[in-house]
């Protein structure tokens, strides 16, 4: 493998992290030059929204330890944002002039909340969470007490208002859908936490669209499309993410929804590479262009790209996965489904312990494991196998998984 070759990664991100570490796996024994905009190095997001917001850690939850980075000759420049790409020149643009000459480029840039701009936006207490740093702010506001209103009953907004009530405080939820999680789950499975969070003591305000945020200088109540007006202490926004396409765009590269790659990852420009959040990927299962918002993507993508930068040519082809924790409720989903014909139950729906799968024509597009473990390797063979299964064998939990997919085979 040739020495004298740099590879950059723009995004100290857990992508961007994984990949610098395959390289490196790889044999690769050029320059790695991983730049992030955060202070912290590269650190995994899913516990700011759980275990970390309620400070059962105090343990920020860092990709790798401190020393692995100097250890394994990978140059990480956090603090360091990169302004631009130029790919005509293969070079990036720090802030501050630095131009640093890349031989191929990955883009971890992944993605930023979608912020509101209704009267009252600007006041104090109305806060994000994306980083460690407003994971802190918000877990400060927790410890402290007092009203949480959540904008938005998504994974961000669910979690929050789980963990805060966890710690006392008192919430409500405002979600424009007629149930949370409704937009990725579907009814059913949106009436599942509905309930949970109900049980819980969460108000939850359905099909209630938000007006504005009213308080002088700091957040005091919160004001809806329909003219009710609720008392908040501080607010969680999570009305869904946007992919960080900035500097992609700048660059010329092809975007529609985020990066778009081929399924080995590469961008429409020579050399250039995008993964995680960022990256709207060709998946070879689908036949189309996924962009997948979560952890296990990231995880997954880095070591795939890298590999791909190194000339590996290896399809990028894993079955979307995610997982939340919410109260006592853990649940792992496999698979992608935008359209469905049913969804059916395996187990006690009403003692949250069952899974749920998305059918369509007979064939399973995902399924979701609530309270019950050790079974997404079986879920995603069944989804890969593609094999038209039998309802009553599928709901029924003394039929094996394995069993429906080999159905098939
Ligand atoms: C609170 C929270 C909870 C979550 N919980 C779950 C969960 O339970 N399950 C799940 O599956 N997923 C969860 N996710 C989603 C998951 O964390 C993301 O999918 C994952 O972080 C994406 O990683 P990434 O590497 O693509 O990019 P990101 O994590 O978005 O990181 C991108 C990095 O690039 C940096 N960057 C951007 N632009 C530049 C630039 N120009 N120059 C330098 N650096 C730049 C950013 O500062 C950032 O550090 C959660 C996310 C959040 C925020």
Not at 220 to 232: L, M, N, P
Not at 262 to 283: K, R, V, Y
């Amino acid at each position: 493998m040739p020495t004298d070759q740099t590879f950059v990664i723009v995004g100290a991100s857990l992508a961007g992290a994984k990949a610098a570490e395959t390289l490196r796996e790889e044999g690769f024994e050029g320059r790695v030059i991983l730049l992030g905009a955060e202070s912290e190095r590269p650190y995994e997001r899913p516990p700011l929204s759980k275990d970390y917001l309620r400070r059962e850690t105090t343990e920020r939850p860092y990709v790798h330890d401190e020393d692995f980075y100097a250890a394994n000759d990978i140059e990480l420049r956090t603090s360091t944002e990169v302004e631009s790409t130029d790919p005509d020149a293969s070079e990036v643009a720090l802030a501050g002039g630095e131009r640093l000459r890349y031989d191929r480029l990955l883009l971890t840039t992944g993605a930023e909340p979608r912020r509101l701009n209704v009267p009252g936006s600007d006041l104090d207490g109305i806060l994000y969470l994306r980083s460690v740093a407003d994971s802190d702010a918000i877990a400060e506001r927790i410890e402290a007490g007092g009203k949480l209103v959540t904008i938005g009953a998504g994974w961000i907004g669910a979690e929050v208002a789980a963990s805060a009530r966890t710690k006392g405080c008192d919430v409500t939820v405002l979600e424009m859908a007629s149930l949370p999680l409704e937009r990725v789950l579907g009814p059913e499975l949106g009436a599942v936490y509905r309930d949970i969070h109900v049980d819980h003591g969460v108000e939850l305000l359905s099909e209630t669209a938000l007006e504005s945020f009213d308080g002088s200088g700091s957040i005091r109540s919160v004001r809806t499309a329909d003219g009710r007006s609720i008392e908040a202490d501080f607010v969680v926004v999570g009305v869904g993410v946007a992919p960080r396409t900035q500097l992609a765009e700048a660059a010329g590269l092809e975007l529609q929804n985020g990066v778009v790659t081929n399924e080995l990852l590469q961008t429409s420009a020579p050399g250039i590479f995008a993964a995680g959040d960022l990256a709207n990927a060709l998946h070879p299962l689908y036949g189309q262009h996924i962009r997948v918002e979560h952890w296990a993507n990231a995880l997954n993508q880095g070591p795939a790209v890298a590999r791909n930068m190194l000339g590996q040519e290896i399809p990028y082809d894993n079955v979307p996965y995610f997982f939340s924790d919410q109260y006592d409720v853990g649940m792992e989903y496999a698979g992608y489904a935008t359209e469905w014909d049913e969804v059916v139950f395996r187990g006690d729906v009403e003692a949250r312990e069952f899974i749920a799968f998305w059918l369509s024509e007979g064939r399973v597009l995902a399924g979701m494991n609530v309270n019950v473990w050790d079974v997404t390797d079986d879920i995603q063979a069944l989804i890969r196998s593609k094999a038209t299964v039998d309802r009553k064998r599928l709901t029924d939990p003394e039929v094996p998984l394995p069993e429906l997919a080999a159905a098939n085979a």
